[in-house]
T-cell receptor, first 110, second 114 residues
């Protein structure tokens, strides 16, 4: 049973525009959410996180939004850059465990 | 070296072989994790160690045997694997398991079982 879902396997965005990556979860016990970025042949790299007590966290070009009532998480990247092209994983945490989505492959077109 | 280092990066093994994957973290963390990533599937947690004690075993077959001799090192011993065990195996560490903080990942070992 997949508790964290990323329903869009891929996304293409023009350079300079906004990229919006979405994530849905089912477990209301999740209390910490993270986004990771992964390049081919590398491990996932932590990008940004948000606690369940917040609804927004911003770090430079990256903003994560949390809608607890909808059990929905999103990552906004603005402006998008070609170097942002990678696979983005959403993760949620409860107890000792991180639960990951299947990833969304973002392509930023120059 | 900094961060989380995994060796080897690539491994091809036969079904009757015994091999080990190694993970080392230089971040002063106390929790270490093994994840499996198969194609088109989410990362699957296999094992969690917190202060060298195993705290999670997500119904992993006994042909995978973890070892955590200290907080900086984690091994995954492999024996009599099946072709469906071919995947990317990722090690991660975090400050303390159960604490709301990010995990840092190694680059992974790409395992192929033939």
């Amino acid at each position: 049973d997949q508790q964290v879902k990323q329903n869009s396997p891929s996304l293409s965005v023009q350079e300079g525009r906004i990229s919006i990556l979405n994530c849905d979860y089912t477990n209301s016990m999740f209390d910490y959410f993270l986004w990771y970025k992964k390049y081919p042949a590398e491990g996932p790299t932590f990008l940004i996180s948000i606690s369940s007590i917040k609804d927004k966290n911003e770090d430079g070009r990256f903003t994560v939004f949390l809608n607890k009532s909808a059990k929905h998480l999103s990552l906004h990247i603005v402006p998008s850059q070609p170097g942002d092209s990678a696979v983005y994983f959403c993760a949620a945490m409860t107890g000792n465990q991180f639960y990951f989505g299947t990833g969304t492959s973002l392509t930023v077109i120059p | 070296e900094t961060g989380v280092t995994q060796t080897p990066r690539h491994l091809v093994m036969g079904m009757t072989n015994k091999k080990s994957l190694k993970c080392e973290q230089h971040l002063g963390h106390n929790a270490m994790y093994w994840y499996k990533q198969s194609a088109k599937k989410p990362l699957e947690l296999m094992f969690v160690y917190n202060f060298k004690e195993q705290t999670e075993n997500n119904s992993v077959p006994s042909r995978f045997s973890p070892e955590c001799p200290n907080s900086s090192h984690l091994f995954l011993h492999l024996h009599t694997l099946q072709p469906e065990d071919s995947a990317l195996y990722l090690c991660a560490s975090s400050q303390v398991a159960g604490l709301n903080t990010e995990a840092f990942f190694g680059q992974g070992t790409r395992l192929t079982v033939v």
